[in-house]
């Protein structure tokens, strides 16, 4: 069985500063790990993902996150937010395998204060 | 780029009445198509999984005479809500699977917002 993690519902930061969104997955088997972006009642925007080779993933909008199979993570990090980031980001984790079944995490909402 | 088209994006219907949301991949051919539900605030859980011309697969606890899915071709899937209640209503996601160029992936669609009276 695969599940995701995500630590803290709401993560605050100030304009400028850096971004960072917890994700932790279990699987069985090996995973590959998403973060998507949702903005208010719309769908879900791809930001990067893990397919098992480079373990430092570098996405869209200055975003990247690392892979660690010791830590069984997959956090999410921006070195400086931008106001248009606030947003809800969901973690999600699926079988390295052809299905791309997604399971999600309950996602984290990204306040940006200015 | 890969779109994933909903429509409607919103809709209305009284208790009752069957809606029909639909799913189209615009770019590519998507021989694998997910269903997802949403409640405000909430994650998204996954509802089915339909491959082209077979019968969906539903997620334990999910009523697939409720929630009917087709898939009939490999740019089209349905979701119908049969007798829909109020407690149906909910932001209903797609997605798909697809190749578009060298990269094999999943796109979203924009989702639709069910809203039952």
């Known amino acids: 069985a695969q599940s995701v993690t995500q630590l803290g519902s709401h993560v605050s930061v100030s304009e400028g500063a850096l971004v960072l969104l917890r994700c932790n997955y279990s699987?069985?088997?090996?995973?590959?790990l998403f973060w998507y972006v949702q903005y208010p009642n719309q769908g879900l925007q791809l930001l990067l993902k893990?397919?098992?080779?480079?373990?430092l993933v570098k996405g869209i909008n200055g975003f990247e996150a690392e892979f660690k199979k010791s830590e069984t993570s997959f956090h999410l990090t921006k070195p400086s937010a931008h106001m248009s980031d606030a947003a809800e980001y969901f973690c999600a984790v699926s079988r390295m395998d052809s299905s791309y079944k997604l399971i999600f995490g309950s996602g984290t909402r990204l306040l940006v204060r200015p | 780029g890969a779109v994933v088209s909903q429509h409607p994006s919103r809709v209305i219907c009284k208790s009752g009445t069957s809606v029909k949301i639909e799913c189209r991949s615009l770019d590519f051919q998507a021989t694998t198509m997910f269903w997802y539900r949403q409640f405000p605030k909430q994650s998204l859980m996954l509802m089915a999984t339909?491959?082209?011309?077979?019968?969906?697969?539903?997620e334990q606890g999910v009523e697939k005479d409720k929630f009917l899915i087709n898939h009939a071709s490999l740019t089209l899937s349905t979701l119908t809500v049969t007798s829909a209640h109020p407690e149906d209503s909910s932001f209903y996601i797609c997605s798909a699977r697809g190749t578009v160029g060298s990269e094999n992936t999943i796109y979203f669609g924009e989702g639709s917002w069910l809203t039952v009276v």
């Open positions: 699987s069985s088997v090996p995973p590959y």
């Open positions: 339909s491959n082209e011309g077979s019968k969906a697969t539903y």
């Open positions: 893990y397919t098992s080779a480079a373990t």
